[in-house]
Every structure is written in structure tokens, then in C-alpha cells.
């Protein structure tokens, strides 16, 4: 979390705007060219060598600092486990949907969310009534959660046959039957 001030109720990324980030090493770096300052008037040359290696620390340690809080962003975080929670209950409350298999979600940036779902369809639903489920779905989940910009939903089975699979691209594979848990 960046700063530790929130934007928005439903985001996990917290993030203060740069000049903030920038501002707060400033009171030991002008410490440090105090240091400085007081080595040239006193004529002490250690306490030059001493404040430009204070300054070199705080340079150091800023730089880290940056790099630690600002990981969520570059590599991407996913939502709050009450985000995707409150996902995986309105995929189960839509009546074509047997089971959501996997939630995924992942910010953009501090105000966009992208969500990605595996859910089970009922068995024998027409493709019109499908895309009505995850239109539904959609629009729910951005009227609830308005920093969710988009949302994919991939029709998957609980039970996966991979040796059926298989036998239908041709490609001749002998597996086992799995289960997807969840």
C-alpha cells in the first residue's frame, strides 16, 4: 500500500500523489546540507565527507523506499479479499451459473480493476441465455464495485475430461479425469 491514505472504498492500492512521495526526504537532506554548509564556515572538512555521505544515504534509502511502495503498481495487486468475495457471490446468485470456479482480479492502476471469471454454467442454457448471465454479471459487478472497468467471463466445467479433450483435437493424449477445486 502506497502512503497508507485510500482512494475509493472498494481498492486495495493506496497511493499518495508524487510531490507528497518526493517532499517527505527533504527535512534530512537539509540536514545533510547544513552539514555542508557548517563544514565550509568552520573550515571542519570532515563534516562535508560526513554530510555528503548522509546525503548519499538518504538518496539511497529514498530510491528503495520509492521502489518498495510503488511494487504493487508495476507488477500488479490484486482487489481486496472483500472485492473478489462479493464477485464470487453474485456469480453464484445468477441462476444459469453452478459454480464459480476462479476469481481472479488484478488493478491497472490505482482506480481501474480488471476482473477475469471461470464459472460453470448450468447444462443445457442456450448461448442467448448465457451472454444474458454475464451481461448481467457485468453490470453488477461495476455498479457495485465502480473501479472494476472490465470483466471477462470464461464458460468452464468443474469437471474437466482432458482425455476427452484430447480425442477431440486429435491430438491422441491418454490423461487422467480432474477436478477443479473450489
Known amino acids: 500500500t502506497l502512503g497508507g491514505q485510500e482512494y475509493g472504498n472498494t481498492a486495495s492500492l493506496h497511493v499518495l500523489p508524487p510531490a507528497v512521495l518526493y517532499m517527505r526526504p527533504l527535512p534530512q537532506a537539509g540536514r545533510a546540507f547544513f552539514g ?19 546525503i548519499g544515504l ?22 481486496n479479499q472483500e472485492v473478489v468475495q462479493s464477485i464470487r457471490d453474485m456469480a453464484r446468485q445468477l441462476s444459469g451459473v453452478t459454480h464459480v470456479n476462479e476469481v481472479l482480479t ?16 448450468r447444462d443445457g442454457l442456450t448461448s442467448e441465455v448465457v451472454e444474458e448471465c454475464v451481461a448481467t ?34 491430438s491422441g493424449m491418454t490423461v487422467q479425469e480432474t477436478k477443479i477445486d473450489g
Not at 61 to 74: D, F, H, P, R
Not at 150 to 166: D, G, K, S, T
Open 106 to 121: 488484478m488493478h491497472m492502476g490505482p482506480e481501474f480493476i480488471l476482473v477475469n471469471l471461470s464459472v460453470d454454467f
Open 36 to 54: 555542508i554548509w557548517l563544514g565550509q564556515v568552520t573550515g571542519i572538512v570532515y563534516l562535508d565527507g560526513i554530510a555528503t555521505v548522509i
Open 137 to 170: 454479471l457485468d453490470v453488477a459487478i461495476k455498479a457495485k464495485h465502480p473501479f472494476v472497468k472490465r470483466v471477462f467471463v470464461e464458460a468452464e466445467a468443474r469437471w474437466v475430461n482432458v482425455a476427452q479433450a484430447a480425442k477431440v483435437s486429435g
Open 58 to 79: 538518504i538518496l539511497g534509502g529514498t530510491a528503495v523506499w520509492l521502489a518498495y511502495e510503488t511494487k504493487g503498481l508495476l507488477i500488479g495487486e490484486s482487489a
